[in-house]
Every structure is written in C-alpha cells, then in structure tokens.
C-alpha cells in the first residue's frame, strides 16, 4: 500500500474550537488533496496543493485553510469549528495530475459538538 | 461542482451481474476513474477509462461512451465481498477528480 497516514483517525471537538488535520506521505508524490465525504454528497474538494507551499481552493473551502511546508505533510486547519464541519475528512496523494488516480489515506471521523 | 450521477443503491443476489451506471457533462472531459469504498475504509482504485469502449479487469469492467458522457461498471460473478459503495469520478480540464455520490451494492446470498 501507499505510504499515507491521516491523523488522527477519531476526534471530538467543541464548536468554535480550532482543529488541525494531519496527512502524512512517504510517496514523495507532488500533490495533495483533502476532500470531505457526506452523506448524498459524495467526496467534494476542500483544498488541494501542487507542490511545497503551493495550494489552492477546492469547491468547499470556507472554513479551511491549508499548510504545506514539506513535500511530505499536508496540513489542514478548520479556524473555528462548526456541526456544519462534522464529517469524514480524507487526504489523497497523486503522482501526476490527469490520467493518474488518487491514493487515499485512512480518513479522519471528525465530529463537532 | 460537476454534475455526476449515479444511482444510489442497488441490491444482487450472490453470482449474478450488476450494472452501476454514471453519467456526466461531457464539457472538458479528461478522463473517467471508478472506486471502490467498502464501510468505514478508504477508496481504493478499481478502473480508468480515457478512451470510448470496455476495459476488461478479472471480474470487473468498466465502459466509457465520451460523445454521450456514459460510464457504466460492471461486477460480474458478484461475491459477499463486493458489497461497497462504488464511486464514479471524473477529471475535467483542471485534473482535479470530481465525485458522484456513490452506489452502495448489496449483495445477498
């Protein structure tokens, strides 16, 4: 399997709390995603980065902000929790954009309350 | 987003075939990527389609029309194991990988 970690895998935290996610890789590949998966709604894409410090949005990013200072770590920091933010949040690596496909880390169950 | 769709659930018996439909606006198309999620777990690859016709993997194929933006996966010889959400996923012109929904199968003895 690919070398990517999520952590951490279960966290509870109050509203307006600030939270940090973690993803982790050993692929050395270039990008780095972070979707969210909800019921009848599928993955949708909070922010994405092409590279060392370059990111940029996905369709569902209020709220999100993102950090990447190593090829290898992908941060992603939710300023102010809300319930709206309650769900599964996964990374995904790719080599290359276009004909390759994503790798997806474990996930992260995130639940504010 | 882009609007992909698929249906939500299906139900087979054990051995037979299901067919997953997904369709798609065809605008900027690159490329057509299925996966499988079993509960709780991560996606993980099962097929990418780029040009029209069947790509055939053991038990699994998947079928791409790119002028009626249509896909469809087929699992055949169904097993316990294959109940999973199947994700439809499409890469438009800016590469990033757009999702359905999602079909959960059901697979009964």
């Known amino acids: 399997d690919a070398g990517i970690t999520q952590s951490p895998r279960h966290k509870v935290t109050e509203t307006g709390t600030p939270v940090t996610l973690r993803c982790h890789q050993t692929?050395?590949?270039?990008?780095m995603y972070w979707y969210r998966q909800d019921p009848g709604h599928g993955l949708r894409l909070i922010h994405y980065?092409?590279?060392?410090?370059?990111?940029d949005k996905g369709e569902v990013s209020d709220g999100y902000s993102v950090s990447r200072s190593k090829t290898e770590d992908f941060l992603l920091t939710l300023e102010s929790a809300t319930s709206s933010q309650t769900s599964v949040y996964f990374c995904?690596?790719?080599?290359?954009?276009?004909?390759?496909?994503?790798?997806f880390g474990s996930g992260t169950r995130l639940t504010v309350v | 987003g882009q609007n992909i769709d698929q249906p939500t659930e299906m139900t087979a018996t054990e051995g037979a075939i299901v067919q997953i439909n997904c369709t798609y606006q065809?605008?900027?198309?690159?490329?057509l990527f299925w996966y499988q999620q079993h509960a709780g777990e991560a996606p993980t690859f099962l097929s990418y389609?780029?040009?029209?016709g069947l790509e055939e993997k053991g038990r699994f194929s998947s079928f791409l029309s790119r002028s009626k933006g249509y896909s469809y996966l087929l699992l055949k010889e169904l097993q316990m194991k294959d109940s999973a959400s199947y994700l439809c996923?499409?890469?438009?012109?800016?590469?990033?990988?757009?999702f359905g929904a999602g079909t959960t199968v059901t697979v009964r003895a």
């Open positions: 995904a690596i790719s080599e290359k954009e276009g004909a390759y496909g994503y790798t």
């Open positions: 980065s092409y590279g060392v410090k370059d990111t």
């Open positions: 389609n780029v040009l029209d």
């Open positions: 065809t605008s900027g198309f690159n490329g």
């Open positions: 996923a499409v890469s438009f012109n800016d590469y990033k990988l757009s």
């Open positions: 692929e050395n590949h270039r990008y």
